[in-house]
């Protein structure tokens, strides 16, 4: 037995279609208020943990990172400088050797150098391995961008090339 549908339910599907088709881009636009501005690009960058394990385990890992703005170097820089995020830190045991509060001040690249200022705080507090673990972080985080060979770093607008 073949079922028909009922004229009002094919009027109000042929209803249904108009408006759509009104409202679409090819109809012209569907309101007059303000055209919505696109959003800041996205990009992927690693940003270098430490990862905490049983002897001979443990190390920086690379921590995808969704990151926004014009400039994905400084972004993210700014990332590992911000440290693992909580659900980072808790499931897979991912810390960050940087102090609480560092900050980047200033950041260029030219030559395959990337000259970065950091605050204060990056230098504060740790150990010896602490320093190397979140020299590593910057150090790794930046030269995964093709246009940085090395890094050069300064601390509150002063060269450093010993830490301690």
């Known amino acids: ?10 009027t109000v599907g042929l209803a249904l279609a108009t408006l759509v088709a009104a409202c679409s881009p090819a109809g012209g636009p569907a309101s007059t208020g303000p055209t919505p501005t696109p959003t800041a690009s996205t990009t ?12 001979g385990s443990a190390g920086l890992v690379p921590v995808p990172r969704e990151v926004e703005g014009e400039d994905p170097i400084e972004a993210a820089l700014n990332a590992v400088l911000a440290g693992p995020s909580t659900d980072e830190a808790g499931l897979r045991t991912i810390s960050s050797a940087i102090p609480v509060g560092s900050r980047l001040l200033w950041l260029t690249v030219a030559d395959g150098i990337a000259t970065v200022d950091l605050s204060s705080e990056f230098e504060s507090g740790g150990g010896s391995a602490s320093m190397f673990i979140r020299l590593g972080q910057v150090v790794f985080t930046l030269t995964q961008f093709p246009t ?5 770093f300064k601390i509150s607008g002063r060269p450093v090339t010993v830490f301690s």
């Open 1 to 10: 037995m073949v079922s028909r549908i009922p004229r009002s339910l094919a």
């Open 44 to 55: 992927t960058v690693r940003a270098y943990f430490y990862l905490g394990g049983e002897p």
């Open 148 to 152: 940085v060979r090395s890094v050069v």
